[in-house]
Structures are given as structure tokens and as C-alpha cells.
């Protein structure tokens, strides 16, 4: 594997469902984020792990569970949604304090909340 | 906070002709320019960026330019191809922040 691997790639789950998406970056990178893609808005940053230590948490409810077990892992746990949460659902990773800020993204995964 | 706007929301072009896309920003602060291209079922992927430093840098057919006194930031695709069809979506940071904050994306098609 290389680059930013999420699973799974799509999922479905009704409202009182709890489910995890995965995500690992195999680029050596010390930064990692979990992006909202939702049609015709910008991406929005929901949280950024630098270091292991969540560094952003913009303001996200709390039906949303990040968690940053080493510098390769994400996890974002999900549990008692709500249908407006249906969306892309993208994680990037960085190498932090560098000049500039490439993130690298992965595919995503696509929720569908019913 | 940062704030970047992105226009147009959708654009059109022949193949072959030109492409603009701009992007305006609210914070003085930010240094940090990058531009990614976003194709169907894929995530963002970085193909061009500019520091305050400079006012424009090209890549092949891929160019962006940048006025720190206006706040405004504009990708430029030259020579279209079918190829280029995607969403682009600007960006804006500063050095050592952890933060990218995203235009709304354009989607540009190119017409065969």
C-alpha cells in the first residue's frame, strides 16, 4: 500500500448504528486530519492530530469520535447520527512543521446516513 | 479566521483554450497557496503551490499567480485537455500552521 488508504470506501447506516472509518498513511507523516466533504461547501476541517496530541477540534458534535492510536492510524467513530452527516469523509496526512503544508489525501469514504 | 472565496463554481472550456480559476483570502497573515485537483472517487491531490514570496510560478501548462496586496490568487491551465476535467479547489495557510482553509471548489470541464 502506499499514499493514504481509508476503509471502508462506502458505507451505509441507519441512525442508531455505530460504525469506525480507518484510515492509514503509509508517507512517514506526523500530522493527520479528518476532512467533511459535503456538496457545494468547502472542505471542512473537523479535526488534526499532530504528533498523536489533537491539535483542532473545529467545533465538531460529539457523535464524532476521533482517535490517533500511533503517527500511521486514524480512526473516526461514528454513533447515533444524524442524516445531514451524510457526506465524503476524507483524511490527509502531512509531514508537520515544514515549510508550506502539503496534505496528501486519501480516497475517502463515502457515508450515507438513513 | 481564514476566509477564501472561489470563482467560478463551475467553468466550461474548449479543449485547447485557456482556463482561469480565482480565489480571494481575508487574512493578511497567510503565505501559503496551494491548488488541488480533485477527480470523480479520488481525494484532493496537490498540483501546484505558491509562497508570498513569489508572484507567479509555472509548471508545464499549469501556472499560478499571486497578489499579496489585493488578497487574490488565480490558477492558470493552458492548452486544455480532457484530462483536466476535475474539481480544483484552492487554498490558503501559513507557514507552521497545521490548517489548510478550502475555496468551494470549481468543477471544469473540458468540451472534446
Known amino acids: 500500500e502506499t499514499g493514504v488508504t481509508q476503509t471502508p470506501r462506502h458505507l451505509v447506516m441507519g441512525m442508531t448504528n455505530k460504525k469506525s472509518l480507518k484510515c492509514e498513511q503509509h508517507?512517514?507523516?506526523?500530522?493527520m486530519y479528518w476532512y467533511k466533504q459535503s456538496a457545494k461547501k468547502p472542505l471542512e476541517l473537523m479535526f488534526v492530530?499532530?504528533?498523536?496530541?489533537?491539535?483542532e477540534n473545529n467545533s465538531v458534535p460529539s457523535r464524532f469520535s476521533p482517535e490517533c492510536p500511533n503517527s500511521s492510524h486514524l480512526f473516526l467513530h461514528l454513533h447515533t447520527l444524524q442524516p445531514e452527516d451524510s457526506a465524503l469523509y476524507l483524511c490527509?496526512?502531512?509531514?508537520?512543521?515544514?515549510?508550506?503544508?502539503?496534505?496528501?489525501f486519501g480516497p475517502g469514504t463515502r457515508l450515507t446516513v438513513l | 479566521g481564514e476566509n477564501v472565496e472561489q470563482h467560478p463554481s463551475t467553468l466550461s472550456v474548449q479543449e485547447g483554450d485557456s482556463a482561469v480559476i480565482k480565489c480571494t483570502y481575508s487574512?493578511?497573515?497567510?503565505?501559503?497557496f496551494p491548488w488541488y485537483k480533485q477527480e470523480l472517487g479520488k481525494g484532493p491531490q496537490l498540483i501546484i503551490d505558491?509562497?508570498?514570496?513569489?508572484g507567479e510560478k509555472k509548471d508545464q501548462r499549469i501556472a499560478v499567480t499571486l497578489n499579496k496586496t489585493a488578497k487574490h490568487f488565480s490558477l492558470h491551465i493552458t492548452e486544455t485537455q480532457p484530462e483536466d476535467s476535475a474539481v480544483y479547489f484552492c487554498?490558503?495557510?501559513?507557514?507552521?500552521?497545521?490548517?489548510?482553509?478550502f475555496g468551494t471548489g470549481t468543477r471544469l470541464t473540458i468540451i472534446p
Open positions: 490527509a496526512s502531512s509531514q508537520s512543521g515544514l515549510a508550506g503544508n502539503e496534505q496528501f
Open positions: 508517507l512517514g507523516h506526523n500530522a
Open positions: 492530530y499532530s504528533l498523536e496530541e489533537r491539535v
Open positions: 487574512d493578511s497573515a497567510s503565505n501559503y
Open positions: 505558491i509562497r508570498s514570496n513569489v
Open positions: 487554498a490558503a495557510s501559513y507557514f507552521g500552521n497545521e490548517k489548510l482553509t
